[in-house]
Structure formats: structure tokens, C-alpha cells
């Protein structure tokens, strides 16, 4: 069982907006930054947002995050294939000194 | 080009140890705190243990305490994983990570399977 709480699958149609949410406490996302993982099938995973809403270098600008108080989310728009993956939130964890995942989400396209 | 690659999975017995390593390459190993992260088969991700750069602080997830020992050799570029007393639930993929702050992981290596089983 996760610390941080995430919809187990997400999907959406080529070119929609898809959001997926992650639930957490006052110990990690109420107190630290959320960051995303991409991982697509086979691969390791791959920072997607870090510090709630900053892209690393190469991210398209079509992802982005957000958080308000103990939650945080992550918007997809104009979905592409490609995008087919499994998403995680993390955050650091006060309580636990070490960073916290949820359990991740299932992006479908279909 | 910055790279992380694992090596020293396999399968062991219930009750074995293994030593998992990390060779970096392409960016200062020396500077930076390092990470291992595990995957079970068809599960999330969870943080195993991590080590600052200088390894004068090192903590572990309550679920490996007292059973696995993370080290560095900053002269080799290298960081391990040694794990005792090996459990079937520690069955998965290891990653080692370089942290980007506080809580995230820029760079991963591909991953090297452990599969404890008798």
C-alpha cells in the first residue's frame, strides 16, 4: 500500500486533456514539492516534473503539474501515443526521512 | 553523456545475501548524493536507502533496516547495495538514482533483477 494515493488508470482519445491526481498528508505533499514519473513499458522511469510544476530539460510544455494543500495533480493535453505509460507522484516525506511514491497510474490512449 | 548502470542481480535463495553495484559516468559521482530504488514485479516504486556524497549520512526504508548496507567508493565512480537475509518480498528491479533536491531523481540506471526464491 502507497504512502501517496493515485487513480490506478487514467485514458483519453488522441489530442484530449487527461489530469491524473495524487493524494497524500501533511507530511509529504503539504509540506514538500510533488514530483512525476514517466514510465513507459520496460524502461526505468523518467522525471517528468519536479518542484510541483518545473519540466526538465527535453519535457514537451504539454505536461504539467500543480499542487494545492495535501494534493497535487499532473495534466496531459494534446495526448499523443506515445504518452501510453505508467505515472508516478513522489514526494519527500517528513515523518518517514526518505521519499514517498504513489502507487502509480495506467495511461491509456486509445 | 550522464549514465548509471547496475550490475549483481540475480537469483538467490531466502535467507542469501547479494551485492548490487552502480557504476556512474559523465558527471562529478563525487558531488552527489545517491539512491536505490526498488520495483517489484508489477508493483509501484519504493525508496530503498540513500547515501550523501561525502557518506556521512545514510538512511534506509523501515522495510530493509538492519538488513541491507548502502556504501560508496567515490574514487571508483561506484555505489552497492549490500543485502543480508534476503526476503521473497525484496523480489525486484533495483535502480540506482542521482537526485535532482530534495525528493527527486533526475538520472536512473536500467535496472538490475533480484529475485529471491527457493
Known amino acids: 500500500q502507497s504512502v501517496l494515493t493515485q487513480p490506478p488508470s487514467a485514458s483519453g482519445t488522441p489530442g484530449q486533456r487527461v489530469t491524473i491526481s495524487c493524494s497524500g498528508s501533511?507530511?509529504?505533499?503539504?509540506?514538500?514539492?510533488v514530483n512525476w514519473y514517466q514510465q513507459l513499458a520496460g524502461t526505468a522511469p523518467k522525471l517528468l516534473i519536479y518542484?510541483?510544476?518545473q519540466r526538465p530539460s527535453g519535457v514537451p510544455d504539454r505536461f504539467s503539474g500543480s499542487k494545492s494543500g495535501t494534493s497535487a495533480s499532473l495534466a496531459i493535453s494534446g495526448l499523443q501515443s506515445e504518452d501510453e505509460a505508467d505515472y508516478y507522484c513522489?514526494?519527500?516525506?517528513?515523518?518517514?526521512?526518505?521519499?514517498?511514491f504513489g502507487g502509480g497510474t495506467k495511461l491509456t490512449v486509445l | 553523456e550522464v549514465q548509471l548502470v547496475e550490475s549483481g542481480g540475480g537469483l538467490v535463495k531466502p535467507g542469501g545475501s547479494l551485492r548490487l553495484s552502480c557504476a556512474a559516468s559523465?558527471?562529478?559521482?563525487?558531488?552527489?548524493?545517491m539512491n536505490w530504488v526498488r520495483q517489484a514485479p508489477g508493483r509501484g516504486l519504493e525508496w530503498v536507502s540513500s547515501?550523501?556524497?561525502?557518506?556521512?549520512?545514510?538512511y534506509y526504508a523501515d522495510s530493509v533496516k538492519g538488513r541491507f548496507t548502502i556504501s560508496r567508493d567515490n574514487a571508483k565512480n561506484s555505489l552497492y547495495l549490500q543485502m543480508n537475509s534476503l526476503r521473497a518480498e525484496d523480489t525486484a528491479v533495483y535502480y540506482c538514482?542521482?537526485?535532482?533536491?530534495?525528493?527527486?531523481?533526475?538520472?536512473w540506471g536500467q535496472g538490475t533483477m533480484v529475485t529471491v526464491s527457493s
Open positions: 559523465g558527471f562529478t559521482f563525487s558531488t552527489y548524493g
Open positions: 501533511s507530511s509529504n505533499i503539504g509540506s514538500n514539492t
Open positions: 513522489a514526494a519527500w516525506d517528513d515523518s518517514l526521512n526518505g521519499p514517498v
Open positions: 518542484s510541483n510544476n
Open positions: 547515501i550523501s556524497s561525502s557518506s556521512s549520512y545514510i
Open positions: 538514482a542521482r537526485p535532482r533536491g530534495v525528493g527527486s531523481f533526475d538520472i
